[in-house]
């Protein structure tokens, strides 16, 4: 499955901005699609946001993305979306989205278990 990810920008303190999450080729039916972001020039392994099983719809969160953020299926459109509320400078990073049919829950904040990753899209939060 082809992922394409939409949303991002810039926002300011506070703001909320909204992620999607698309497949091109087929369904995220058996899929757990997460969100994973990397602050740019950090040299860190891609830090896990938010995660959702499609056929459950158990979602998972990071400590920093509690109680912000939110994730949700579009079961209309197919596809998932990420709500970040409250932003702060810190969120800034380039947001992806990743998706695999054998994600475990225990490592649904492992990069390496997902087999499809979409392009980056950038959000900048400003002070």
């Known amino acids: 499955v082809q992922l394409q990810a939409s949303g991002g920008g810039l926002a300011e303190t506070g703001e909320s901005m909204r992620l999607d999450c698309s497949p091109s080729?087929?369904?995220?039916?058996?899929?757990?699609v997460a969100w994973f972001r990397h602050p740019i020039g950090n040299d860190h392994e891609r830090e896990f946001v938010?995660?959702?099983?499609?056929?459950?719809?158990?979602?998972d969160y990071s400590e920093s993305a509690k109680g912000r953020f939110s994730i949700s299926r579009d079961d209309a459109k197919g596809l998932v979306v990420l709500e970040m509320n409250s932003l702060k400078p810190e969120d800034t990073a380039v947001y992806y989205c990743?998706?695999?049919?054998?994600?475990?829950?225990?490592?649904?904040?492992?990069?390496?278990?997902?087999?499809?990753w979409g392009q980056g899209t950038l959000v900048t939060v400003s002070s």
């Open positions: 990743a998706a695999g049919t054998s994600v475990a829950a225990r490592r649904v904040t492992v990069p390496r278990a997902y087999d499809f």
């Open positions: 080729g087929r369904t995220f039916r058996q899929y757990y």
């Open positions: 938010a995660g959702i099983r499609w056929d459950t719809d158990e979602t």
